[in-house]
């Protein structure tokens, strides 16, 4: 079974610019998660959906970040304009409605805003 | 928000001992679930614990929920190489099915 697909792997950008984050989950899981890890620290949830419905977007800073699901499978994480403390990696996760419990995590994308 | 403290933050072991790492919460949570996360890697799901009390072991792993469901404990028997990287806690309160993380336990392992 392929896990939790993420791209790009790595990015460096300046602080003002735009970046946007691609995930895949596990075929047939309806809950999508997207998380920010900033270093030395464990991942904290910015949103969630429910096929392409928003369940949890209250940690997500919605000035500047924004995601979309809109086919109920992959997902899109944008920040847009970027600043420095946004540097950390962003990890998505899916599970399935009946156990989303148990989250299965991608290798996540490193951001490095400069 | 909720906090989950973990202890310790860092330890270094010798290779073949015993590693003992818990997580503490002033809420109660409804599951633990312990996670380990390799360099550059996403965070992999070792064990999830779902009633007060519960004891559940995954090869070397024992992991247990406490009574309080304020608490939870991973043990590591007979360390190996591979078992370098950060253990996180992580939990769920209420009806919440946002996981909750902990501040993370880096093992470093001796040979």
């Known amino acids: 079974e392929a896990g939790v697909a993420q791209s790009p792997r790595y990015k460096i950008i300046e602080k003002r610019q735009s970046v946007a984050f691609w995930c895949n989950p596990i075929?047939?899981?309806?809950?999508l998660y997207w998380y920010q890890q900033i270093l030395g620290q464990g991942p904290k949830l910015l949103i969630q959906?429910?096929?392409?419905?928003?369940?949890?977007d209250s940690q997500l800073p919605k000035d500047r970040f924004s995601a979309e699901r809109l086919k109920g499978v992959d997902s899109t994480l944008k920040i847009q304009p970027a600043k420095l403390e946004d540097s950390a990696v962003y990890l998505c996760a899916s599970s399935t409605w009946t156990e989303k419990e148990t989250q299965y995590f991608g290798p996540g994308t490193r951001l490095l805003v400069l | 928000g909720q906090q989950l403290n973990q202890s310790p933050q860092s330890m270094f072991i010798q290779e073949g001992e015993d590693v003992s790492m818990n997580c503490t919460s002033s809420s109660i949570f409804n599951t633990w679930l312990w996670y380990k996360q390799d360099p550059g890697e996403g965070p992999v799901l070792l064990i999830a614990?779902?009633?007060?009390?519960e004891l559940t072991s995954n090869g070397r792993l024992t992991a247990q929920f406490g009574i309080t469901r304020k608490d939870s404990f991973l043990n590591i028997s007979a360390s190996i190489p591979s078992d370098v990287g950060i253990y996180f806690c992580?939990?769920?309160?209420?009806?919440?099915?946002?996981?909750?993380f902990g501040t993370g336990t880096r093992l470093q392992v001796m040979l």
């Open positions: 075929s047939g899981h309806a809950t």
């Open positions: 614990l779902y009633k007060a009390g």
């Open positions: 992580a939990g769920h309160f209420g009806t919440a099915s946002k996981l909750t």
């Open positions: 959906f429910q096929n392409n419905g928003v369940v949890d």
